[in-house]
C-alpha cells in the first residue's frame, strides 16, 4: 500500500492525468482553486517507498521534495502573470488551477481584479491541459494597445506544446482564440506599444536553451533565435533559466547556466540587453554582445558564482528610477532541501551606473522560496516568503515585508504580511503597472501531502490580505479580508 501511493504521487508529478476527460476550454469555474505541485524528488534517510504518505505527519525525508506545494503562481520564468489595465481599472491576472481541492487536474485560468467594485468573476479557462498536472505548463500574459487579452500557454520540453490565445474583445476574459501551437516552455512576453512583442523563452535544444521571437501584431511571427546555449569546454549539453523585464524600449534578462545540462549544478550570473526588439544584444554599458552567447567567460557575465560553488536561483528582475536593472534571486550551496546547504540567502544585484553591485537581504530556508521586487524612487521593497512556515525547511513559509532605503545596499523588515497560517505561502508576484489593493498576487499549500491551494492579493503596504473565492454562488464575488483577522 504505501509503495502504490508513492507510485501515485510521482506518476502524477510527471504528467498524469487526475480529473475528467471533458475539456473545460473556455468555461467559467465556480471559484478560485490553485494548482498543487510535487517534484517526486525526495531527499534525507529512509526508503523511497516510505516517503510523504499523505497520513504522515513526519515523514521519514525530513526535508522532503526539491519543491511541492501549492503552485498556482509558479514559476518564477514565467512572467508576467498579472497586468493593472488603466482603461479597464483592471488587474487581469493568470495562474495555474484546477478542478477542486482534490484533484491536480491543471486548468490555465485568468480572471481579473474590479478596481472600482472591489470584486471578481468566475475565472474562465483559457486551456485545459486534459493529461497534465504539471504546473510548469501555466500561463504567462500581456495586453496590448488595444486592449486585447494575450494568454502564452507554456508547453513542457518537447513533449508537450506551448499555446499563443488572444481574446476575442478588448480587455475581456468572455472568450479566447488559439493564434499559434508551438514549442516554447517559461513564456516572458514583453510588449511595447510602438513595436509589438518581443518573446523571451526556452527551448530543449540542449538541454535548456535560450530563444527570443518577435512581432508586430501577434499574429505573425518571426523565426525563433538562439539567445544563449553557454558549453564548459568539452560539455556537450548546456543549460539555462531566465527571468527579464522591460524598461521603455529596453528588455533586460538575467539568467544563470547549467554546467553541462545540470539544471541542479545552476550557477554564475550573467545579463544582457537590447533596446531595438532583439535586432541587436549588448551587456548593461553598451558593449554589442554576439548572439548566441556560447562561453563561460563572456562580457556579460556578471558574476561568476560557480569558483565560489554556489548554486544561483533567479526570483524576479526590474528597473530602478534610472532605468538601470536590478535582480532578487537566491544563493544556496546546493539543490537538495535542508539546513545542510545552508546559508541560503536572497540576494540582490544592482547596476549604479559605472558597476554591479551585490548585497545580502536575509536568510531563507529553501531554495524555491520566491517573491518580488518593487522600485520605487524613495525606497525599494521586497515581499518574500522568509519566515519559517507551518512546513518549514519546505517550499515557501510565511510571507514579509522588507525595505531599503538606500537603493539596497541595506534590509530590514518593514512587517510581517501574514502570520500563523495552515500552509506555506509562496510565489508572490509583482503585477505590471501595480495598483492597490492588488499588488502582489501568491498561493498557498501544504509542501508535505496534497492540499488545497488558496490565492490571495495584498496592497502595497503588507497591512491587508485577501483571499480570492474559493467557492462562487454568483458571477461576480468580493475576496475576503484574511488579515487583519477579525477579531
Not at 520564468?77 to 491543471?106: C, M, W
Not at 498557498?444 to 501531502?449: I, K, S, Y
Request: net charge negative.
Amino acid at each position: 500500500m504505501m509503495l502504490m501511493v508513492w507510485l501515485v504521487l510521482v506518476l502524477a508529478s510527471v504528467g498524469t492525468a487526475f480529473g475528467q476527460d471533458a475539456d473545460l476550454s473556455g468555461q467559467r469555474v465556480p471559484g478560485y482553486k490553485g494548482i498543487w505541485f510535487t517534484l517526486g524528488q525526495f531527499y534525507g534517510k529512509g526508503s523511497v517507498q516510505q516517503a510523504y504518505l499523505p497520513a504522515s505527519r513526519e515523514p521519514v525525508f525530513p526535508y522532503g521534495d526539491k519543491y511541492s506545494g501549492g503552485l498556482g503562481t509558479y514559476t518564477a520564468k514565467h512572467t508576467p502573470l498579472a497586468i493593472y489595465s488603466e482603461q479597464a481599472d483592471k488587474t487581469f491576472f493568470v495562474y495555474g488551477g484546477t478542478t477542486n481541492a482534490k484533484e491536480r487536474h491543471l486548468l490555465c485560468m485568468i480572471s481579473y481584479y474590479d478596481h472600482r467594485t472591489h470584486q471578481v468573476p468566475q475565472p474562465v479557462v483559457v486551456h485545459d491541459k486534459q493529461t497534465v498536472n504539471d504546473p510548469h505548463d501555466n500561463p504567462s500574459l500581456a495586453i496590448d494597445k488595444d486592449g486585447f487579452l494575450w494568454v502564452f500557454v507554456s508547453g513542457r520540453a518537447r513533449a508537450r506544446p506551448g499555446f499563443k490565445y488572444r481574446s476575442t474583445q478588448p480587455w475581456s476574459i468572455d472568450s479566447f482564440e488559439l493564434i499559434t501551437t508551438e514549442e516554447m516552455t517559461y513564456p516572458q512576453p514583453h510588449y511595447n506599444r510602438d513595436r509589438g512583442f518581443l518573446h523571451l523563452f526556452t527551448k530543449y535544444t540542449g538541454v535548456r536553451e535560450l530563444y527570443w521571437e518577435q512581432s508586430k501584431d501577434g499574429i505573425e511571427w518571426s523565426k525563433d533565435q538562439k539567445l544563449a546555449g553557454i558549453r564548459e569546454a568539452g560539455d556537450n549539453r548546456g543549460g539555462h533559466y531566465q527571468t527579464s523585464a522591460s524598461h521603455g524600449d529596453v528588455v533586460g534578462t538575467f539568467f544563470n547556466r547549467h554546467p553541462n545540462g545540470n539544471v541542479d549544478q545552476r550557477t554564475d550570473l550573467y545579463y544582457l540587453q537590447t533596446s531595438d526588439q532583439g535586432r541587436t544584444w549588448t551587456t548593461v554599458d553598451g558593449q554589442p554582445l554576439t548572439i548566441p552567447l556560447t562561453e563561460v567567460e563572456s562580457p556579460a557575465r556578471v558574476i561568476d558564482y560557480a569558483s565560489k560553488r554556489r548554486n544561483v536561483y533567479l526570483k524576479d528582475m526590474g528597473f530602478d528610477n534610472d532605468g538601470n536593472p536590478v535582480l532578487l534571486y537566491v544563493t544556496s550551496a546546493g539543490h537538495e532541501p535542508g539546513p545542510p546547504n545552508d546559508p541560503r540567502e536572497f540576494c540582490l544585484t544592482r547596476w549604479d551606473g559605472l558597476a554591479w553591485q551585490t548585497s545580502t537581504l536575509c536568510a531563507t530556508d529553501h531554495n524555491y522560496d520566491m517573491g518580488s521586487l518593487y522600485l520605487q524612487p524613495a525606497h525599494w521593497r521586497v515581499l518574500v516568503p522568509s519566515a519559517a512556515g507551518p512546513q518549514p525547511y519546505h517550499g515557501g513559509g510565511e510571507m514579509v515585508l522588507w525595505h531599503s532605503e538606500d537603493q539596497g545596499a541595506t534590509w530590514s523588515v518593514e512587517r510581517p504580511v501574514t502570520q500563523s497560517s495552515p500552509r506555506n505561502h509562496n510565489y508572490a508576484r509583482r503585477p505590471l503597472r501595480a495598483k492597490d489593493p492588488f499588488y502582489a498576487f501568491w498561493a498557498d499549500g501544504d509542501p508535505t501531502e496534497l492540499s488545497e491551494s488558496r490565492l490571495y492579493f495584498s496592497d502595497s503596504d503588507g497591512k491587508r490580505v485577501w483571499q480570492l473565492p474559493g467557492t462562487m454562488q454568483q458571477p461576480f464575488a468580493e475576496p475576503t479580508l484574511v488579515v487583519p483577522r477579525e477579531r
